[in-house]
Structure formats: C-alpha cells, structure tokens
C-alpha cells in the first residue's frame, strides 16, 4: 500500500540555520503531497502541498518540491527561527480516495537561539 | 472562531471502561476523520466518514466505532478501553471535494490515558 518515510527525529538547528527535512513515498497512481506543522499542545495544520510532479509548494519561507524521479517531497527552509520548533509530517492523498491522507511518523524541529 | 472542536481535551480511563469522544465542526465539510497519534508512528487513520450517513474503517479500527451523527458530528467511541488504546485523538474535516486545494482542518486533539 501506499506509505511514507520521514527522516527521524529531533532536528536540533540554531537560529537561522538552512533546514531540510528528508520525506520519500511509495505510491499508485500520482498522489498530492503535503506538510503539516504541529506546534506543542495543537493540531496539526496545512503548511504547503503540491498536487503533480514538479510543483513546487512554499508557505512562511517553507518550500518544497514535488520530485516524481526520485519519489520525494523534501522540506526546506532557508533561516529558520525559534517559532518554527514544532513537529512536522510529510503526507499524501491515498489512491483509495476518499480524501483520506497517509502521514509519515514525523520530524521533531528544535531551534536553539 | 470557525473549525473543528474536540471534547473532551484530557481523559483518564480505567481498563474495560467505555467513553465517547466528540467531535463537531462548523464549516459544512463533507468528510471527517479520527486519527490516533503514537509516538514514531505518525497518524494513524481509525475510522471516516466521507459524507453524512457513511463510515468506513481505516487502518486501525479495532476495538473502536464511530457514529455520523449528522453533518457537524463524527464521534469516536471506545466500548472497552485497553491500555493499547492510550494516544492523542485527533479529527479532522475537509470539504469533500476539494482535498487538494483546502487540506484536512484538525482539532486541537483528545489525549487519552487508559490504566
């Protein structure tokens, strides 16, 4: 079945480091990706997404790309802050339909001043 | 604020117990969700509800049931706790129709302790 990997956790950057947060998928068919943010003590909330190969998504200096070549969608960030210390999950629309979304385990970011 | 409220927030269960978990959002979404959350396990699709008057099990469905109440309400219940059942609950809703533009919207989250 459809799956997705994440890089494990914790992600420990200073401030304005570059981030990259490593998420490949298996898949049928040409799934849409996305990145949900939750920051400690919420739920989760819509970061990008990208619906086809080559779109890239980008939301509060967030980006990511939608690599069909490689079956990735990595997130990046070019200077993060300590407002960005939250846990943050790669996802995808199952083939099943039913807008159901497969998540990844997700990556725990702390960003130290 | 419009979105998606969960209740309660914090609930401690005894084994064998039973309780409902509710939830209700005010956006007119076709579909919703439960979700558990583990530790290294990302989240785990329970049970959906892609319009009113419809559900259908997810990936662990096991040892829970679900009711559509109507449009605004999905509840969750768990008719003999376990402790394998102790996770953070989330729901979500989405339009139906248009995943791809709008996403799920997620409540804040039940967590759940079952001794």
């Known amino acids: 079945g459809d799956s997705v990997t994440q890089m494990e956790g914790p992600v420990t950057l200073s401030e304005e480091a570059f981030l990259t947060i490593n998420c490949t998928y298996t898949?049928?068919?040409?799934?849409?990706l996305f990145w949900y943010v939750q920051y400690p003590g919420e739920g989760l909330q819509l970061l990008l997404k990208a619906t086809k190969a080559d779109d890239k998504g980008s939301n509060k200096g967030f980006e990511a790309t939608y690599r069909k070549e490689t079956t990735s969608f990595h997130l990046e960030k070019g200077s993060v802050q300590v407002s960005d210390s939250a846990v943050y999950f790669c996802?995808?629309?199952?083939?099943?339909?039913?807008?159901?979304?497969?998540f990844g385990a997700g990556t725990r970011l702390a960003v130290h001043p | 604020n419009a979105g998606v409220t969960q209740t309660p927030k914090f609930q401690v269960l005894k084994t064998g117990q039973s309780m409902t978990l509710q939830c209700a959002q005010d956006m007119n979404h076709n579909s919703m969700y439960w979700y558990r959350q583990d530790p290294g396990m990302g989240l785990r699709l329970i049970y959906y509800?892609?319009?009113?008057?419809?559900?259908d099990k997810g990936e662990v469905p096991n040892g829970y049931n679900v009711s559509r109440l109507n449009k605004r309400e999905f509840s969750l219940r768990l008719e003999s706790a376990a402790p394998s059942q102790t996770s953070v609950y989330f729901c979500?809703?989405?339009?139906?129709?248009?995943?791809?533009?709008?996403?799920?919207?997620f409540g804040s989250g039940t967590r759940l302790t079952v001794v």
């Open positions: 898949a049928t068919g040409y799934p849409s």
């Open positions: 979500a809703s989405t339009p139906g129709q248009q995943l791809l533009l709008a996403g799920y919207t």
């Open positions: 996802a995808l629309s199952d083939s099943g339909g039913y807008n159901k979304l497969i």
């Open positions: 509800s892609a319009s009113e008057g419809t559900t």
